[in-house]
C-alpha cells in the first residue's frame, strides 16, 4: 500500500466505510457495528467549559462557601470516588478488548467480534496497562503543575471555614492562571491519545510489539514524515468535530420537532390525568413512563444510526493514513496483487 497523504486519506476512509457498514446491508449486523463504533472511538465525549462574567469588587454581597463540607461528607465523597475508580478502570479495560476486537473487524473486513476479542486477548491487555502508566503519569504532571497553586487554595478554604466571605479576587488570581494550563493539558492528552491508538496500537496488534517497541516504530514513522503526521493530527481533531456540528445543523429542525411532539405528549398525558387517582393515576403514570422509554429509546436509536458511520470513518481515516506508512497494516487493508509468474514458453 502507497503512502496517502493526509488529505487523500479522507475519500479512502469514507469508501472502506461505505463498503463495511452498508455493503451488504443489515439492520441488526448495522446497529451492533455502530453501537461498537461509538463505544470505541468515545465520539460521545465533550469538552464543556462555563464563564462567569463580572468585575470583582468590595461592595458585592458576600457568597456562601463551597467550601463548608462536613467532615462525614468528605468521607463518603472520598469512597465514592474510589468505587467510581475501581469501576472505571474495569469498564476501561472491557472497552479497551472491544477496541481491538474492531480493530480486527476493520482491518480484515469482517462483521465478527468475538474473533478480534479473543484473538487480541494478550495485547488488549499489555496496551490497557501501557494507557494506566500513561494516565499515571498524566496525573502526576497534573499534580506538580497544581502544588504552586496548592496554597491559595488553602488559604482560600481556611478563610471559608472561618465564616468569611468568599474571596473573590483571590479566587480569580488562582483560576485564570490555570485556564492556559489546562488547555496545554488538554492539547498533551489529545496527543497522547492520537499517538497511543492510531500509532502504536496497530504495531502491539500485528507485531505483538511491547510498549516500547512499538513507541520506536511509531516515533520512526513520525519523525519520517513529521509535516504530514501534523497536518493528520489537525485533521483528525477537526474531521470529529466538523461531522458532529454538519449532523447537528442537518437535524436540529427535525429533532426540533421530535422534541415538540414528545413534550406535547407528555404534557397532554399529564394534564388528563392531573387529579386522577387511584388506578387512573396509575395509568397515567404508566402512560408518561411509556412515551418517555419510546423517546429515549428513539433517541439512542438516532444516535447509533448517525454516530455509527462517523465514528468508523474516524478509524477507517486512521488506519488508512498509518497503513501507508505500516507495511504489514497496509497490506492487509489492501492486499497486493499476487506476483505474476513467468512459466517457461512452449513453442509449437
Known sequence: ??????????????????????????????LKLGLVAIITEGLGSNFNSSSHHGTPSGNLPPLSSPFNIAPVWIAAIAAAVLLLIV????????????????????????????????????????????????????LLVVALLAI????GFMRLYQETQQGNPLNIGLLLSL?????????????????????????????????????????????????????????????????????????????????LMVAGSVAAIEFGI???????????ALVGVLLQGFFGLLAFGFLLLAGICLGGPVSTGIREYALIFYGGRYRELGDILYPPPPAATNGPLEIA
Open 1 to 30: 500500500m502507497r503512502a496517502i497523504s493526509a488529505a487523500d486519506a479522507v475519500s479512502f476512509a469514507i469508501q472502506r466505510t461505505k463498503e463495511f457498514l452498508f455493503r451488504p446491508f443489515s439492520w441488526g449486523t448495522y
Open 87 to 138: 469501576v472505571s478502570v474495569f469498564i476501561f479495560y472491557l472497552v479497551t478488548r472491544l477496541r481491538f476486537a474492531y480493530f480486527h473487524c476493520l482491518i480484515h473486513n469482517t462483521k465478527e467480534i468475538r474473533p478480534g476479542w479473543e484473538i487480541y486477548r494478550a495485547q488488549a491487555m499489555r496496551f490497557f496497562w501501557l494507557n494506566l502508566v500513561v494516565a499515571f503519569c498524566f
Open 148 to 151: 504552586p497553586f496548592f496554597a
Open 175 to 255: 483560576v485564570l492562571p490555570l485556564i492556559p494550563i489546562v488547555l496545554l493539558l488538554m492539547l498533551a492528552a489529545v496527543l497522547a491519545d492520537i499517538v497511543l491508538r492510531d500509532c502504536m496500537l496497530p504495531h502491539i496488534a500485528l507485531d505483538d510489539a511491547t510498549a516500547g517497541e512499538a513507541w520506536n516504530q511509531a516515533w520512526a514513522h513520525i519523525n519520517a514524515e513529521r509535516k504530514q503526521f501534523f497536518v493528520y493530527a489537525l485533521l483528525r481533531v477537526a474531521l470529529p468535530i466538523m461531522a458532529v456540528v454538519g449532523l447537528f445543523m442537518v437535524l436540529l429542525i427535525p429533532g
Open 270 to 280: 399529564h394534564s388528563t390525568f392531573a387529579n386522577a387517582t387511584g388506578a387512573s
